[in-house]
């Protein structure tokens, strides 16, 4: 943890009504590397990305990217900062009345010079990663909810961004496929050496992957750490959790021990 | 206290709207900048929005002028024959359709068949986060989406109304001159010599104000349907702001009219 964080939250509080969701959120991303964000359903795991993106407005703290407050500076700015960005939401947001091609395309298109042409070779492309082939003409709601997160998938690669986030990109997703997703992600972030945050369900498995893994509790990260340290931590929050996603083999261990 | 609760709710419901007002100016003001702003536009994303809120809307101006057109003829005739001048039926025609009923009744008809639907569209881009994942791409939404239909509806109102006013003067000569039997010289004679150029420039001014007031209600309801204070969640939030979106906007329609008028005359 030498270099300077590319993404930095500082005691970023939110509340909706009387709901206090984020009560405090410090976390820092590090460029380069893979962090995974993990926590219970309706902690505010989306809602965290939704604020580095610049969506949800904090109602206090600071969200600073590439050394910049996002919440501070001009629209184009904002517009240049987002222009390193690959997103994928929980629910893709694909847009619906564009078939699954033009979805993909529609970055390639609308922000860089390539022609038809190239847009087909590079669109093509990354639908076979994701494997896709032979939807290219369908409607977002003609797929099925993998399908559908896959496209959303496609189309957060077709720029080769620079930071990735992913919400629960193998949500919804058979065994076989979301272990290929993850190949892919390890091939394509060895390959392109971006930033990824992913929030994700799938532990212990999406620990692999990851270089930091943080956890969110009671609406504060309890720690970020590399997953090996992550496991064997101390914080008690953080070794329920272990305890409940990882299961038998560390109860056994204790119940032996 | 139950009567500070009465101004406490009457202050909220002002802030609201004022509120409002201000988020739909700078609204307008961001679509109008960006209008102006490179990457410029392909070609085709204008000319299909110019299909879906101009060609498409032709038919529905094709028949309301016609009719409207067809009660001018029967009304002015029983009301001019009163003063004895059936002859000045051409002019009262004419008048009416182009510096009033054109215009109005036109920018009425598109708020409903294609305002609804631009609100629509835009409201439900928002609420399953299209909007959002747009602006994450750094496509400004306001270029993208926004802009091809408000070129796209200040071209096409301006063209539908001449249609409208072209129809309703035939189907007021129809009535007037063929079945109930003005003669026909003296009803284009008044009509050419009491129909002058400001009366055309009135209803052109008109048509591109009411081009761009359609739009752009439409439009920034369903942009800001996630604000609505009655909450605007899921289908039928949708279906709320759209009926207020044509509600509101077709009665700035009659006020702008008002006041259009009132400078112009
Ligand atoms: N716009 C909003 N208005 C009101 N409450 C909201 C809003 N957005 C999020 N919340 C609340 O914030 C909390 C966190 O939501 P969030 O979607 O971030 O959860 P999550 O951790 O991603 O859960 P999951 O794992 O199920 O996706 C939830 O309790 C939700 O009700
Ligand atoms: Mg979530």
């Known amino acids: 943890m ?33 962090t995974v964000v993990v926590g219970a359903s ?31 500076i001009r629209k184009k ?7 390193n960005f690959g997103v994928l939401f929980q629910n893709a947001a694909l847009f619906d009345s564009m078939t699954v091609f033009d979805n993909v395309a529609l970055p390639l298109r609308e922000r860089t010079k390539a022609n038809e042409e190239e847009v087909k070779k590079i669109v093509d492309e990354k639908l076979d990663l994701m494997e896709l082939e032979g939807s290219d003409d369908k409607y977002p ?24 986030f992913f919400d629960e990109p193998t949500t919804g997703l058979d065994v076989a496929l979301s272990n290929e997703m993850y190949r892919v992600f390890y091939r394509t972030q060895t390959r392109l050496g971006y930033t990824a945050v992913i929030v994700s369900h799938d532990v212990p498995k999406i620990l692999k992957l990851a270089d930091y893994v943080a956890l969110m509790h009671n609406g504060v990260i309890q720690d970020c750490l590399p997953p090996e340290d992550f496991q064997t931590s101390d914080n008690p929050v953080i070794r329920e959790f272990v305890q409940k996603t990882m299961g038998y083999i560390y109860e056994s261990e204790e119940v032996e021990g | 206290m139950p009567i500070l609760r009465i101004f406490e709710r009457i202050g909220d419901i002002t802030l609201y709207y004022i509120n ?12 109008i900048v960006s209008i102006f702003k490179p990457p410029y536009y392909k070609i085709f994303d204008i000319t299909k929005q110019i299909y ?14 016609a009719f409207t057109g067809m009660v001018l003829g029967l009304q002015g005739y029983n009301t001019l024959r009163k003063f004895s001048s059936e002859g000045l039926l051409g002019s009262a025609v004419a008048l009416s359709l182009i510096r009033e009923l054109g215009p109005v009744l036109t920018a009425l008809m598109v708020t409903g068949r294609a305002g609804s639907a631009i609100c629509a569209e835009i409201g439900i881009m928002r609420n399953t986060e299209q909007i ?5 791409m750094a496509i400004d ?65 008109k048509s591109f104000c009411f081009g761009l007031l359609v739009v752009w209600i439409c439009s920034a309801k369903g942009y800001y349907v996630h604000m609505e204070r009655k909450g605007g969640f899921g289908a039928e939030g949708v279906s709320r702001v759209t009926t207020s979106a044509v509600v509101l906007s077709s009665v700035l329609i009659l006020v702008f009219d008002y006041f259009i008028t009132s400078i112009l005359i």
């Open chain 2, 132 to 136: 959002d994942a747009l602006e994450c």
């Open chain 1, 2 to 34: 030498n270099s300077e964080p590319i993404i930095q939250l500082i005691d970023v509080k939110k509340r909706f009504g009387s709901q206090n969701v984020l009560k405090g959120i410090n976390l820092s991303i590090y460029e380069g590397k893979t």
């Open chain 1, 141 to 164: 709601a003609q797929l099925s909810g993998g399908m559908r997160k896959r496209v959303g998938l496609a189309r957060a690669l077709v720029l080769n961004p620079k930071i990735v």
């Open chain 1, 42 to 72: 309706g902690q505010g795991k989306s809602l965290i990305i939704k604020h580095i993106l610049g969506l949800v407005k904090p109602d206090s703290g600071k969200v600073i990217v590439y050394g910049k407050d996002i919440n501070k």
């Open chain 2, 52 to 65: 879906i809120i101009g060609t498409l809307s032709i038919f529905v101006i094709i028949f309301t002028g």
């Open chain 1, 77 to 83: 700015e904002l517009k240049e900062i987002r222009s």
């Open chain 2, 141 to 205: 939404p306001h270029k993208y989406i926004l802009a091809p239909k408000f070129i796209a509806s200040i071209i096409s109102m301006p063209l539908l109304v001449a249609i409208f006013d072209v129809i309703g003067i035939m189907s007021g000569y129809l009535i007037g001159v063929k079945l109930l039997g003005v003669n026909e010289g003296s009803f284009f004679s008044s009509m050419y010599k009491n129909v002058e150029f400001i009366d055309v420039y009135m209803g052109l001014i």
């Open chain 2, 20 to 31: 409002q007002a201000g988020r739909m100016s700078i609204f307008l003001f961001h679509v």
